[in-house]
């Protein structure tokens, strides 16, 4: 990210020396010639060996192109450029230049020969494909393309900014916006992709059934998945960050991988940094894991390997090991302050050494398990404690083979990290609102009808702001609440929107698994107690559907869900930033964790089967309800930062410390009744309460952040 950073300064100079000539023609022959040769130098150290060229490039060997050139003629010279990329790369031949001047390029192309596509700033050429399936298409191999942004692809399964097809081909210096794919790597070999930008796309990258993929000094911010790899093989990732995504990175039956010297940051707290499914022969080495939900999460994976990294703040699990992971080594780690478990193992086995863990409420957690870790720090020279102390952490043991003894009584000075995590993201606006557009009467053209703003007091012939107006602070502005006033909305009072979808039950047939009416009633009135008027479309909003049967889905699967059933496949839905989304069935990811499916915290699962399990005593309606308030919570922005009762799961553990400590907080969004209470606290009990309703941010299912707050800096 810091070249890239880097690279773009250096072309805002050069770009802005060679404007202040008032020689136009001077400077479309001077600006493509300085740019190709820095371009082509620098690259020296980004390309493979088997693609470094020569830095000599004939000037009449490079096809132009500029959208500027309206009226012809067109034959691809500096002085006639080719109007439309397509054109170029259909006139160029093998291994030819194809220079693309600043401008917004409405098109889809599709590469078939080997051919290097350079735009003239990358923040500059814009390449729209207006929502079609594919923006660029790559069949052959050995292609570069470099200083573009790709943005506008379709919404459907595997559409993408760019489908590479061929082997060896290159990203550089490339932004992804609003795809549902940034980059689809579709069973090809040897993929390059560095110095990227991928936000709000459903994933940035998706390495499908390919081997030898090479992502490089690349960034991921609001995305659904940053990186995602699916039954793929050497797999390598170095230099890379990814915050405020669902999951940072999300590998399904990936063999050999390397994720070094990144950085998983604030990412979704109830998902994370980077997931783990039936995974073999990973290595992470150098990396900081800082503020996540979970840190690192593997499931029924095999010989990995963590050295050298910093887990940090992360809100549930520093390090997440279930489902028979056996053979994961740490090594040289740092597990510090981690806001409830730094380790927590569940039926597999683990070897921990040379680590500091410390000041955390809970360092380790075994359950069914085998537990190798002599040789670490806990915060003291007395090694681990047994009950909660401060700084020093505490390790738990049920049913596990566990060994501790020696242990080191000083810090491991050689732990974590060698570098500092910066938090830098770039500025980027994010929040996205489709356009809602009305058939009715607008007077004053402000964006809502006439009879609306009669209706609510506004002057119909005076334009008003209504795109930004939210007079009740509910995080709708005027004019959606305008499109959602045949569903009750009001401007003026405080309206959460609620789509609800679900699987009729196959493992319980007498159960449909839709949410029970009268316990959505009760929710409904515990709102209307404190002026927020909850609607809950079942099916009577527009939205609310039964879907088709899926038990065991992955993670990436329940995007998909989100995409095909609530957005129902357009990116230009108004129902995007009104309705917050929850979906019901058997078996999903999880038992039950609020989701990122697009930009935002706006989605939540519930799995009733893996609940029941837990809860044999309660009815299911009733834990499939009590589920889903708790998860509507955290789209609200009630989040573990923001009170320690909060999904704290150590709470739920009865005469601990912590079960004492937040007996009081009596609200769903605390473990130990979220079946129990279908409301939010008030604050009302004492200084471990929690005042849920004063705290929820209305706003934060379309604006959602994970900020680390100051208190744990």
Request: aromatic share 14%; net charge negative.
């Amino acid at each position: 990210m810091c070249y890239y950073a880097k690279y773009l300064y250096n072309c805002n100079l050069i770009n802005d020396w060679m404007l202040k000539t008032s020689n136009r023609s001077l400077y479309k022959t001077s600006w493509p010639t300085i740019c190709l040769l820095i371009i082509l130098s620098t690259s020296q150290i980004l390309l493979p060996i088997s693609l470094r060229a020569t830095n000599h490039v004939e000037i009449d060997t490079i096809l132009y192109v500029d959208d500027d050139n309206r009226r012809g003629p067109w034959d691809g010279s500096l002085q006639y450029p080719f109007q439309y990329i397509q054109e170029a790369v259909d006139a160029a031949y093998q291994q030819q230049h194809i220079y693309v001047f600043n401008g917004t390029y409405h098109e889809q192309i599709i590469i078939n020969k080997q051919i290097n596509i350079i735009g003239e700033c990358t923040t500059k050429v814009l390449i729209d494909g207006g929502y079609s399936p594919y923006i660029i298409i790559v069949e052959s191999s050995g292609s570069v393309i470099r200083n573009l942004t790709i943005q506008h692809s379709g919404a459907h399964l595997k559409n993408a900014g760019i489908i590479l097809n061929g082997h060896s081909n290159h990203i550089i210096n490339c932004e992804f916006l609003r795809t549902k794919t940034g980059i689809l790597i579709n069973e090809v070999d040897g993929t390059y992709i560095s110095n990227c930008l991928f936000y709000q796309n459903g994933e940035g990258i998706f390495v499908n059934k390919a081997t030898n993929s090479y992502i490089l000094d690349s960034f991921f911010i609001h995305n659904g998945i940053g990186i995602n790899g699916f039954h793929s093989q050497d797999i390598t990732i170095i230099n890379c960050s990814a915050t405020i995504n669902g999951i940072g990175i999300f590998f399904d039956t990936v063999k050999t991988a390397l994720v070094e010297r990144c950085a998983l940051f604030n990412n979704n707290d109830n998902q994370g940094g980077l997931f783990l499914t039936d995974c073999n022969d990973l290595f992470m080495n150098n990396s900081h894991i800082s503020h996540n939900g979970f840190g690192v999460k593997t499931d029924n994976c095999h010989e990995i390997s963590v050295a050298n990294s910093t887990f940090q703040f992360n809100t549930h699990f520093g390090l997440y090991i279930s489902d028979q992971t056996t053979s994961l080594y740490v090594n040289h780690c740092e597990f510090i302050s981690n806001l409830r478990f730094s380790i927590h193992i569940d039926d597999s086995d683990i070897s921990v050494h040379h680590s500091n863990l410390y000041d955390s409420i809970m360092g380790l957690y075994s359950r069914n398990s085998t537990c190798n870790v002599e040789e670490n720090y806990w915060g003291s020279a007395f090694g681990p404690a047994v009950l909660d102390r401060a700084y020093t952490d505490r390790i738990y043991s049920r049913r596990s083979q566990l060994s501790c003894i020696p242990w080191l009584s000083v810090k491991e000075q050689h732990a974590g990290a060698n570098w500092n995590l910066d938090t830098f993201t770039p500025d980027i606006t994010f929040q996205f609102q489709p356009e809602i557009t009305f058939d009715d009467i607008d007077t004053d053209g402000d964006g809502v009808p006439d009879w609306w703003e009669e209706q609510y007091g506004y002057d119909p012939y005076a334009w008003d702001e209504h795109h930004i107006l939210d007079p009740d602070n509910d995080g709708l502005n005027n004019i959606q609440e305008c499109y959602a006033y045949e569903w009750g909305a009001d401007p003026f009072k405080k309206d959460v929107f609620w789509e609800m979808d679900w699987m009729a039950s196959k493992t319980h047939p007498a159960y449909s698994n839709k949410p029970s009416e009268a316990l959505l009633s009760e929710i409904i009135d515990s709102f209307a107690l404190h002026d927020i008027t909850l609607h809950i479309d079942t099916g009577e909003f527009g939205g609310g559907e039964i879907i088709p049967y899926r038990y065991g889905f992955s993670y990436a699967d329940l995007r998909d869900y989100y995409w095909d059933y609530f957005l129902h496949n357009d990116m230009n839905n108004p129902r995007k930033g009104i309705f917050h989304y929850g979906l019901i069935c058997d078996v999903g990811p999880g038992s039950g964790f609020a989701f990122i499916g697009w930009d935002s915290l706006d989605g939540f699962c519930i799995s009733a089967d893996l609940i029941g399990d837990k809860l044999p005593f309660f009815e299911r309606d009733r834990f499939i309800v009590g589920g889903a308030i708790h998860e509507l919570g955290h789209t609200l922005g009630l989040t573990v930062d923001d009170h320690g009762g909060n999904d704290n799961t150590i709470a739920t553990m009865p005469l601990s410390k912590q079960w004492f400590l937040y007996l009081p907080y009596r609200s769903c969004m605390n473990y130990w009744y979220t079946y129990k209470i279908l409301t939010f606290s008030d604050g009302a009990l004492g200084p471990t309460d929690f005042n849920d309703w004063k705290h929820m941010d209305l706003s934060f299912f379309k604006a959602t952040h994970f900020t680390l707050p100051n208190s744990y800096l």
